[in-house]
């Protein structure tokens, strides 16, 4: 039984904000199938009583000296946009029309 | 082609602090070298040679001043284009971010100008990282320079070719799942991933941000450490930055050259095994544990059960980070727009926009990553990925506790042909085989060349404990001063 449909592929490549062609979601489908069947090994572990790691060094609050330090300039931070103006960073709309 | 171009970097290091050549002399040939070969090799997205020739000609006015300057002043070196070099193109392999110039350097590269290195230019790579074989940059693969029909490693292939093909004398790699080891093995250079945490991850764009590492690459052992000794060390900027000085690996590197490994405990990884070993692989790895021996070391056989799980974990854990950190390429602040008609809404023209810039593996890897972190599958894929890291880590630590190293060949397989698992992923995510363990346990690792295999380069790798880096450079170095070093074909 495949692990991953075609119509997940879709559903996950929309939640990641990719619009992929149908020719894509041909290609992924099984390929993905494939990947995901290799790595679910991980479920053959038994491990209900392990701790996760979600990193190697074991931190908490990592908080830098409180004193101020040179940062980017607006031109700077702007610097790489595709589009801006009034010294912001210029998005499409994101509200629908009838608003 | 100057003779030059052969020399280490600490040999190039003397000789600019003797003033018998000049930094802009030195940094010239390099740069005539590319000229002539990367047209056939591609090791450089981007060659800054006017920036290059204007840092050499300050290190050697400063030099004139009488100033006292570092071992490596004056060298050139080339850098992965994950890291952000101030108003140098920094694109990551990808359309998405085609002519972003940084407005700031990553830390390591602002420790790199500090010292006097001058670079030369950006190197090819895997998109964002993501591959073993750099096919899956979006400008052309880079073609190896022991034989230009085959991948020369991935995801760093651009720099480690530009050490084989004599373009650079160092470079800069970042190692995720072994993209410094395995194009080092592969190429016959040699390619040094530090402990996580040792060296500063600020301004090195992110794919997997709990186990991204840079590191340096170069063509000897010692090379590879005076840069590592550069580069490391705490960076409040980073805060999963290690707050320890960094341990002394050129001190090391130069022990270990001495070639006795006296009291030296080794470990073979059992579980390792031989199966889809390409045969000459095997055969180098036997001949360097015999050399071993032959130093003093102690060789003994160590059981590290859970490493057989490791790709899969790894191949969890990177992707589900992966799709998180690339939700910044988001058509808003850098790179890529697509699709702004001024009609459609901002998510539309986000989607348009990643789809457009994004490659197939990075795509493959997004989706594979929000799956793993949906409600529903997290437990069981991200979720479980995570306890089976903790039982890599604790086979790490039980293995150190019986011997000082463990060692490994770096990739299970030399160089293959261009487009030979490029069809199938998985098979292209096998040459992470033995290098992936490392980077989820955090440690350090090294792959330094053994020999040939049919004619191709074969590395071994040195596996250390957490901050302990030094103790990988020793053993490197005294396997070369056995081995040597290895020398393609002309060009």
Not at chain 1, 27 to 34: I, N, Y
Request: charged share 20%; hydrophobic share 40%; net charge negative.
């Amino acid at each position: 039984m495949a692990a991953i449909s075609r119509e997940e592929v879709a559903h996950l490549a929309r939640l990641s904000r990719l619009a992929v062609t149908d020719q894509e979601l041909d290609r992924f489908a099984g390929q993905l199938d494939v990947i995901l069947q290799s790595v679910a090994r991980v479920g053959e572990v038994a491990a209900d009583d392990i701790p996760p790691t979600s990193h190697s060094v074991p931190l908490v609050n990592v908080l830098r000296e409180d004193v101020i330090v040179p940062g980017l300039t607006r031109d700077e931070a702007l610097s790489g946009a595709p589009d801006s103006a009034e010294d912001r960073f210029r998005v499409p709309q994101i509200l629908a029309d009838e608003e | 082609m100057s003779d030059l171009i052969k020399l280490s970097a600490v040999a190039l290091g003397e000789k600019l602090a003797a003033k018998e050549v000049s930094a802009e002399e030195v940094t010239r040939v390099h740069l005539d070298r590319i000229g002539e070969v990367d047209g056939r090799v591609h090791a450089f997205l981007h060659v800054d040679t006017e920036g290059a020739l204007s840092a050499a000609r300050e290190i050697d006015s400063r030099r004139a001043a009488g100033e006292k300057l570092g071992p490596l002043a004056g060298v050139p070196i080339a850098i992965k284009d994950v890291i952000a070099t101030k108003g140098v193109p920094t694109t990551c392999a990808s359309k998405i971010l085609e002519g972003w110039r940084p407005p700031y350097d990553a830390t390591i590269m602002t420790r790199i100008r500090e010292a006097g290195l001058v670079m030369l230019g950006k190197t090819n790579m895997d998109e964002f990282a993501m591959g073993s074989s750099t096919e899956y940059s979006a400008y052309g693969p880079t073609y190896n320079p022991w034989d230009l029909s085959r991948i020369p490693g991935g995801s760093g292939g651009g720099s480690a070719a530009a050490l084989a093909a004599y373009e650079a004398p160092l470079a800069i790699g970042t190692d995720t799942g072994g993209s410094i080891r395995q194009p080092g093995a592969v190429t016959g250079t040699v390619g040094a991933k530090p402990t996580y945490g040792g060296t500063s991850r600020y301004g090195l764009v992110a794919f997997s941000s709990s186990l991204d590492t840079p590191g340096p690459c170069a063509r000897t052992v010692l090379d590879a450490a005076l840069l590592h000794e550069v580069i490391a060390g705490h960076d409040p900027r980073d805060s999963t930055s290690i707050a320890q000085p960094a341990p002394d690996v050129v001190a090391a590197a130069r022990l270990g050259a001495s070639g006795d490994l006296t009291g030296v405990r080794v470990g073979v990884v059992k579980e390792f095994g031989t199966d889809g070993v390409e045969p000459g692989v095997t055969a180098a790895f036997r001949d360097a544990v015999e050399t071993l021996t032959k130093l003093g070391a102690e060789v003994v056989e160590v059981s590290c059960p859970h490493f057989q799980y490791a790709l899969p974990a790894y191949y969890l854990i990177a992707p589900s980070e992966c799709s998180s950190n690339l939700a910044r390429f988001d058509s808003v602040r850098f790179g890529l727009r697509v699709g702004d008609d001024g009609n459609r809404s901002l998510e539309e023209v986000m989607s348009l926009t990643r789809e457009a810039g994004f490659g197939d593996e990075v795509k493959r890897r997004i989706i594979i990553g929000t799956y793993a972190l949906s409600s529903g599958y997290y437990d069981a894929y991200y979720g479980q990925a995570q306890k089976v890291r903790t039982l890599i880590s604790r086979d790490f630590t039980s293995a150190f506790e019986q011997v000082d190293v463990l060692v490994s060949a770096t990739t299970p397989f030399t160089a293959f042909e261009l487009g030979a698992r490029t069809s199938d992923p998985y098979q292209m995510y096998l040459a992470d085989l033995y290098t992936i363990p490392t980077n989820l346990y955090g440690g350090p690792a090294i792959s330094v060349p053994i020999g040939l295999s049919e004619g191709l380069p074969v590395g071994l790798q040195v596996m250390a404990p957490t901050m302990a880096d030094d103790r990988m450079y020793r053993i490197a170095a005294a396997v070369e001063s056995v081995v040597g070093t290895f020398t393609p074909p002309a060009l």
